[in-house]
């Protein structure tokens, strides 16, 4: 069976761009320079790879709200490839995107403060019925008895 994940950890190249489509679902965009460094005779080599990341729904927002360009976040996804049309006329293109089903900071230069949201409806769930101020503890109608996996 084929898989079609990829995890992978970098820099915002850009602060994300939040949008809405026409039927007001929330969509955000942004931009990832992963680096790599190995040595070639000795010499230390430095490659970077640039990727567009997109991210849907109630992801979206959190993100647009909460990252900003130069923030190292770690990316948990699938690859879209998808065609478009080049600006100039010269014929289609082809982009390769990471549609994220996680993104958040990571913790080995930083440190981070969570703010939980409620959950919106339609999600997978995860999802906690308090803001600051109110308990610390998910409400327990959120889960059930059933085995998680």
Same mark, same amino acid.
């Given at each position: 069976?084929?898989?079609?994940?990829?995890? =992978? =950890?970098?820099? $915002?190249?850009?602060?994300? #761009?939040?949008? +809405?489509?026409? %039927?007001?679902?929330?969509?955000?965009?942004?931009? $990832?320079?992963?680096?790599? *460094?190995?040595?070639?005779?000795? #010499?230390?080599?430095?490659?970077? %790879? +640039?990727?567009?990341?997109?991210?849907?729904?109630?992801?979206?927002?959190?993100?647009?709200? !909460? $990252? %900003?360009? /130069?923030?190292?976040?770690?990316?948990?996804?699938?690859?879209?490839?998808? @065609?478009? #049309?080049? *600006?100039? /006329?010269?014929?289609?293109?082809?982009?390769?995107?990471?549609?994220?089903?996680?993104?958040?900071?990571?913790?080995?230069?930083?440190? =981070?403060?969570? #703010?939980?949201?409620?959950?919106?409806?339609? &999600?997978?769930?995860?999802?906690? !019925?308090? &803001?600051?101020?109110? !308990? %610390?503890?998910?409400?327990?109608?959120?889960? !059930?008895?059933? @085995?998680? +996996?």
């Amino acid at each position: 069976m084929a898989s079609n994940s990829i995890t =992978v =950890v970098g820099n $915002l190249t850009r602060d994300p #761009e939040l949008r +809405f489509t026409q %039927s007001g679902k929330p969509t955000c965009t942004l931009g $990832l320079a992963v680096n790599r *460094r190995y040595q070639v005779n000795g #010499e230390w080599q430095d490659q970077t %790879s +640039f990727m567009n990341v997109v991210l849907w729904d109630q992801l979206a927002e959190n993100a647009a709200a !909460s $990252l %900003s360009k /130069g923030t190292r976040v770690l990316v948990s996804g699938r690859l879209d490839v998808r @065609e478009y #049309e080049a *600006r100039d /006329g010269s014929g289609k293109r082809q982009s390769v995107d990471i549609v994220a089903d996680e993104i958040g900071p990571t913790l080995r230069w930083a440190t =981070v403060t969570v #703010e939980r949201t409620a959950p919106r409806g339609g &999600g997978e769930g995860g999802g906690y !019925s308090g &803001g600051r101020g109110a !308990s %610390s503890a998910p409400a327990a109608d959120n889960y !059930s008895d059933e @085995e998680p +996996f």
